[in-house]
């Protein structure tokens, strides 16, 4: 029997949640919660109780990221430990995940990442993804670049393709050292061929930016992203206006990148209007030139037209950012108030955008923050001064490599590690 097999697999999560057992004793709800995992037999994992595993993990998902119900991350973690315990791989990881990262329970890195790798070890591919994103995000600790290509590349190896697309996306930003894009090509192209609709998404936007040598040509991107377009890919459409907004791979067209949003929302795609909403909202420009004159009125109004066929979440968080586009400075405090309302991973992807929306709010959020974690010592003002630009160089540099933090306080690179601390 190969060690790929589901049997061996199953095992695996097996002795992994027999290690969570002994960690989390005995749950204060239903009974079958405190049963051993060593006394779950192992061909029961993968079938017997899975789809009881499946209604507990929906029930966790929705817990985890407040849809539909209020955000409770411990409840969450409870449901995905039951679900573990009942046969789900899927659970089993997210536990190992959740563990990792201290979200629903106490943080516990070490025992987090055993659970994972003693999965990964058995040859699941999903566990070395998950494995891979730990290592290379700098959010649950410090990153490890060795290790996370390392887990990528086993992934891959086991046809992953989110995993190819992952490698893809660190030669082609240069998340451990300078970008290569001819190598991010390669991988993007393995996902694309393997049949996964965002690596031809991914492999397209790279190629119409151009740079990459013989591994491909603008021309060939721009018909990658039409395929991609075809193919029901919603973000395929912004990808081609961009193209046009910047004059990758076409000459450069604005009236053309509007219009080409302008049908994508007309045929119904959220991902088109969100755009226009952001492009408004924030205003669009290449350099010097002004592309898309800022208008909050002509954002509000897109944003509002969109309010029956978003989730109750999306529509929070857009509201959220037409509030920063026009809050003022002596109003940060009480925006900032309101991001702990939002679930772990929409407050992260505020931060990061707040660098294009509202880049004082992005200050004030990290002054407050940074002085929380004893790394700033002085008063939220929202102003970027050299005593920040110091902070969050040194927050930085404590879980990225020096490469990731050489861009600048304020960079792209600077503001995602930033929002892990969110």
């Not at 999965?119 to 566990?127: C, F, K, M, P, S």
């Not at 910047?246 to 994508?264: C, E, F, K």
């Not at 959020?365 to 008063?379: F, I, M, T, W």
């Amino acid at each position: 029997m190969s060690d790929n097999s589901p049997k061996w697999i199953a095992v695996a999560v097996a002795w992994a949640m027999s290690s969570l057992a002994i960690l989390l004793g005995p749950s204060a709800n239903a009974a079958e919660e405190s049963i051993p995992a060593t006394e779950i037999p192992v061909q029961a994992l993968p079938a017997a109780q899975g789809g009881k595993a499946e209604a507990m993990m929906r029930l966790a998902d929705m817990y985890l990221n407040g849809r539909t119900v209020p955000r409770d991350p411990g409840r969450a973690f409870t449901l995905y430990n039951q679900a573990a315990l009942s046969g789900s791989h899927t659970a089993a990881l997210q536990v190992g995940d959740m563990l990792a990262r201290g979200q629903g329970v106490p943080k516990d890195l070490e025992r987090g990442l055993k659970v994972i790798q003693d999965i990964a070890e058995a040859g699941d591919a999903r566990a070395l993804l998950a494995l891979g994103d730990l290592y290379s995000e700098g959010s649950a600790s410090p990153m490890r670049p060795e290790a996370a290509i390392s887990s990528y590349l086993a992934a891959a190896k086991l046809g992953n393709t989110v995993a190819m697309i992952r490698l893809g996306d660190i030669y082609r930003a240069g998340r451990f050292s300078r970008p290569e894009r001819k190598q991010a090509a390669v991988y993007y192209r393995m996902a694309s061929e393997a049949g996964n609709p965002f690596g031809t998404l991914a492999l397209g936007r790279l190629l119409v930016e151009g740079r990459v040598g013989k591994a491909g040509t603008p021309t060939e991107g721009m018909t990658l992203l039409a395929a991609a377009e075809k193919a029901g890919m919603d973000s395929a459409a912004g990808a081609i206006a961009e193209s046009y907004f910047y004059g990758y791979g076409v000459r450069q067209n604005t009236a053309h990148a509007v219009g080409i949003l302008d049908q994508a929302m007309a045929r119904g795609n959220i991902d088109a209007a969100l755009r226009m909403v952001a492009a408004y909202r924030d205003g669009k420009a290449n350099g010097r030139s002004r592309l898309v004159k800022r208008s909050s009125v002509k954002a509000r109004k897109l944003l509002d037209g969109l309010s029956a066929r978003l989730s109750e979440a999306e529509m929070a968080y857009q509201q959220f950012l037409m509030d920063a586009s026009i809050t003022r400075t002596q109003k940060l405090g009480d925006l900032y108030a309101r991001l702990g309302a939002f679930s772990e991973p929409d407050r992260q992807r505020l931060v990061r955008d707040l660098r294009r929306t509202n880049p004082n709010l992005l200050v004030f959020a990290a002054q407050v923050r940074l002085k929380e974690l004893d790394v700033y010592q002085g008063k939220p003002t929202g102003q970027l001064n050299g005593r920040t630009s110091r902070a969050l160089r040194q927050h930085c540099r404590k879980t990225a490599v020096p490469y990731f933090c050489s861009l600048g306080p304020m960079s792209g690179n600077s503001t995602e590690i930033l929002s892990y601390a969110f």
